[in-house]
């Protein structure tokens, strides 16, 4: 019988040490394994992915690379330059391969593309593997395992996994690998449509990555972030297994962090060091296994002699927060992704919402200016000039180092939303998506539905204060001091409301509050003197709009998956006003257009019940009549008790 020839195909699994489809391959007893990587022109131009999270990818694949050299100096990543749908069926021919192995992915695209793969291999008589390791819980057991709905709450995720059985152990490294065939490739490169190309904002040179099948060199090396056209990286965050897990040793050998870890107590305005691991782009790499993580953590619970903190603020707990995400998308596919057609999401009328794809059903990636007042707030909530320094400093961390503390993200998050801006939550997701380091689109989007209330949580009554929550951990603004050093020799009593500062004192601290922050960083007439903006609304007033907003939106009632969302006549529920529909009474959420979709099948989002959520106190009474045009919500009074929330107003005036 010939011994088999494997494909070991890396993607969400960057690292050596516990990998249960590595494990797997090995297991064969291959004659030869090829440990590949394909460079997906979907990820390189159709995913929003910024410097910094290439540069993380990068990293850990070099690293990867040169830890599988160390174990057999003949391997190493072979990493090769093009769509795995149509590179494969060439791999397997020219290498003689028998068996591919890979880790499971639950991603809406990464399921369509493995199933395209696994069909391409059946026609080839090559026999796939996969097992699952990016989760704690393989995701669709979890599903499953909680009635074949998605996982909306912590509990459920306990619920589910008690009866999945223990977390698997995490198994260790390899301490040798076979060594691949001759890696030829006597096969015509199939080259991809770099048009239209979502990251060319990020690019200040030519994109040259396929430029040819193995690389500049014909080595199969890792691009380079000139290949791939990139501005360079600005985060001091770097990738590899080897870096993540020396941070893990860290973190574990301070027991009492790890053992008393709780979340929201971690203080988001820490720096250098951050209050809590920041393992989050180890876990999205794979460069860190999650059941290493959780099983050191574990370890280290059971034997502290204190009083461990428990699920879900433990540190535990906080990757079972990541396996319910992970469950939620793997249930509704791309449905998850969006409000349109999700029926898990309460469907509230945002501003810029997303234009939809009407064949498909899903959201194309573009939006709909639908109020030119939600596209300034939208566009200064990016940019970090808000004229609020707590949202523009978190904002700025964002962008320069792909990473804020997850309090962090709450704030900026319920800013643009439910709190402050009423933007769709799905902008906002869209710019995590692209700065973030750590970006996990189950996570990401997840979070994000959390913080809108439109799913996982309701309160949406509970609102951040871009000035009370931040002087709660950080009374004298060294964290707004780092990010927005335009404030950097204020008060501390204006630090988080400059605007509030006499103008004899602004001028005396090297700063005046005027403008949008268009032209922060130029000199004042007298040259000497910087610029941060104006508050770009009134907090109190419009966070009173967005409560108005959510209640009428409760009230209605509607999920993603209503027949009047999905055709349109939800305008007919709604008034006219400032948080209502705004483009006449017809169509759909944004604005319809019909083109074929990429990916036409989408996943088939199931109409299960909705996780009850927490009852929000929504008054029992109808919304307003649209005679109330222009008037209505933002009208009211700000005194509706309740509004703080997270954040006690009881000295302070925000
Ligand atoms: C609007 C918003 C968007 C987010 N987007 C992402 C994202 O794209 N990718 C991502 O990994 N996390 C995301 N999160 C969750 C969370 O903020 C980050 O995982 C966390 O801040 C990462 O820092 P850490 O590694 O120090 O976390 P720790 O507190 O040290 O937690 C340990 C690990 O648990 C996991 N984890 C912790 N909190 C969460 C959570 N709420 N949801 C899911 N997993 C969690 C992460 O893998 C993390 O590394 C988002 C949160 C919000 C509010």
Redesign the pocket.
């Known amino acids: 019988m010939p011994k088999p020839r494997v494909i070991y195909w890396f993607r969400t699994d960057l690292r050596l040490h516990d990998s249960p489809a590595l494990k797997t391959a090995l297991d064969l007893k291959p004659e030869c394994l090829y440990p590949i990587w394909t460079w997906d022109p979907h990820y390189v131009y159709h995913a929003r992915v910024g410097p910094n999270r290439w540069q993380f990818l990068l990293d850990c694949q070099n690293d990867l690379s040169e830890s599988i050299t160390k174990l057999n100096p003949q391997s190493k990543l072979f990493l090769i330059r093009e769509a795995p749908q149509t590179l494969f069926p060439k791999l397997f021919k020219e290498w003689k391969i028998t068996h591919l192995v890979f880790e499971k992915d639950t991603d809406a695209y990464g399921r369509d593309r493995d199933d395209k793969v696994k069909e391409l291999a059946k026609e080839a008589g090559v026999e796939v593997i996969t097992r699952p390791g990016r989760t704690l819980y393989d995701s669709d057991e979890l599903v499953k395992a909680n009635n074949n709905r998605p996982t909306m709450s912590i509990s459920q995720v306990q619920h589910a996994g008690a009866k999945i059985g223990d977390i698997a152990r995490p198994i260790p490294a390899p301490k040798s690998l076979p060594s691949p065939g001759t890696p030829t490739l006597s096969f015509n490169q199939q080259k991809p449509a770099s048009n239209p190309d979502i990251n060319a904002i990020q690019r200040d040179a030519e994109e040259k990555s396929y430029d040819a099948l193995a690389g500049p060199n014909n080595d199969f090396a890792v691009p380079t972030m000139e290949e791939l056209g990139l501005k360079p990286a600005t985060t001091p965050h770097r990738g590899g297994e080897t870096i993540g897990l020396k941070m893990l040793d860290e973190i574990i050998a301070n027991e009492d962090y790890t053992a008393t870890f709780e ?1 929201p107590k ?1 203080a988001p305005t820490a720096f250098e060091p ?1 209050a ?5 782009p180890h ?2 790499f794979g460069s860190v296994s999650c059941r290493e993580f959780y099983w050191r953590v574990q370890d280290v619970v059971s034997k502290y002699k204190g009083k461990a903190s428990q699920p879900p603020t433990s ?1 535990t707990g ?2 079972l ?2 396996d319910m ?1 992970f469950g939620a998308q793997a249930a509704l596919g791309y449905a998850f992704g969006q409000s349109y057609n999700n029926p898990q999401c309460r469907f509230i009328p945002w501003h810029l919402p997303s234009e939809i794809d009407t064949k498909s059903g899903l959201i194309t990636g573009k939006y709909l200016v639908d109020d030119a007042k939600a596209e300034v707030f939208f566009k200064r909530w990016k940019e970090g000039r808000t004229g609020f320094p707590w949202i523009d400093a978190l904002m700025r961390q964002l962008k320069h180092e792909g ?1 804020i ?2 309090l962090g ?2 704030a900026v ?1 319920c800013f643009l939303t439910r709190g402050g801006c009423y933007v769709d939550w799905e902008r906002g997701a869209e710019v ?1 998506e692209e700065w ?1 380091i ?3 689109a189950a ?2 989007i ?3 539905q ?2 809108s209330c439109t799913a996982f949580f309701a309160q949406f009554y509970r609102c951040y204060s871009p000035i009370a929550f931040p002087q709660k951990w950080d009374k004298d603004g060294n964290f707004v001091r780092k990010y927005v050093p335009e404030l950097e020799h204020f008060d501390k009593k204006y630090i988080y409301e400059p605007w509030k500062a006499p103008i004899l004192d602004q001028k005396k601290w090297g700063c005046l509050i005027k403008g949008d922050g268009t032209d922060t960083d130029t000199d004042t007439e007298d040259g000497t003197l910087r610029t941060y903006p104006k508050p770009m609304l009134d907090f109190p007033k419009q966070r009173d709009i967005c409560i108005q907003g959510m209640k009428n939106a409760y009230h209605v009632g509607l999920y993603g998956k209503n027949p009047k969302v999905l055709d349109g006549t939800w305008r007919k529920l709604f008034e006219d006003n400032a948080e209502g529909p705004t483009e006449g009474t017809e169509g759909p959420p944004g604005a319809m257009v019909e083109h074929e979709a990429d990916n036409a099948d989408a996943d088939g989002a199931e109409d299960g019940e909705h996780a009850a959520p927490p009852s929000p106190k929504v008054e029992k009474k109808t919304p307003k009549k649209t005679t109330e045009k222009g008037k209505g919500a933002h009208k009211r009074k700000a005194s509706q008790s309740t509004l703080d929330g997270m954040v006690t107003r009881k000295k302070k005036k925000d």
């Open positions: 979340k971690t951050q809590t691991t920041l393992l989050s876990m999205h540190l906080q990757l927060f990541r995400y990473w503390h997850h993200r709450h998050a995590f973030l750590d970006h996990e996570c990401n997840g979070n994000w959390w913080l």
